[in-house]
């Protein structure tokens, strides 16, 4: 079935290193893609989007790579801050699918200072 | 501040109760949904709206109830109250999809639900 899944689970990082959260999907239609970042004991907040025809986007110290042949998704943090840590989505969704998302599991991203 | 409110932020109910959560955003957003979260299970659908006046079901809508008789408010029901249902809850809405806008999804800070 359709689904998002996470490479790792928890991955620690120093400050001022870059960071690299990795993501795969399983559903070729999917069309649109977001990352989330969620702290403690708040929502989900929007980071970054991309769409299937992009192959990158980059934003303020983000970056999201798509990679559509093997169906990965990336979001790389440079220079990593302590305010980064945080439990990081991916999601994905399709014109077809009423605009649902469909989740990933989630990252933990510690940042050591 | 324009955003997603949800009331009440925690609540414990009893086994069998029912309780309304409320949701409210003032973006003129098309389109809400109710989520529950849970550890190690992500982010689970429970119902969705693409409007006022239509709703439909998520992945896990049972013993769930909502309405949306405006563009602003998408409450979500409890009917009989289990503690299957201990959760945290969270409200999201979005942009009407083709305006341009990222469609990425705006959330409410959660609602704390123990039944007991």
């Known amino acids: 079935g359709e689904s998002v899944g996470l490479h790792l689970p928890t991955l620690s990082v120093q400050e001022g290193d870059n960071s690299i959260i990795n993501c795969a999907y399983s559903?070729?239609?999917?069309?649109?893609f977001i990352w989330y970042k969620q702290e403690s004991g708040k929502g989900p907040q929007f980071i970054i989007d991309i769409r299937s025809n992009m192959d990158k986007r980059q934003g303020q110290r983000v970056t999201v790579l798509l990679n559509k042949t093997v169906k990965h998704l990336s979001l790389q943090i440079a220079a990593t801050q302590p305010g980064d840590s945080a439990v990081y989505f991916c999601a994905e969704s399709n014109a077809g699918n009423n605009r649902k998302l469909i989740w990933g599991l989630g990252t933990s991203l510690a940042v050591n200072p | 501040n324009a955003g997603v409110t949800q009331t009440p932020k925690f609540q414990v109910l009893k086994t069998g109760q029912s309780m309304t959560l409320q949701c409210a955003q003032d973006m003129n957003h098309e389109y809400m949904s109710w989520y529950r979260q849970d550890p190690g299970m992500g982010l689970r659908l429970i119902h969705y709206s693409v409007g006022a006046g239509i709703t439909d079901q998520g992945e896990v809508p049972n013993g769930y109830n909502v309405s949306r008789s405006t563009t602003e408010d998408f409450p979500l029901r409890l009917l009989s109250a289990a503690p299957s249902q201990t959760s945290v809850y969270f409200c999201?809405?979005?942009?009407?999809?083709?305006?341009?806008?990222?469609?990425?999804?705006?959330f409410g800070s959660g609602t704390r639900l123990t039944v007991v």
């Open positions: 559903n070729s239609a999917s069309d649109y």
């Open positions: 999201a809405s979005s942009p009407p999809r083709g305006t341009g806008a990222n469609y990425g999804y705006t």
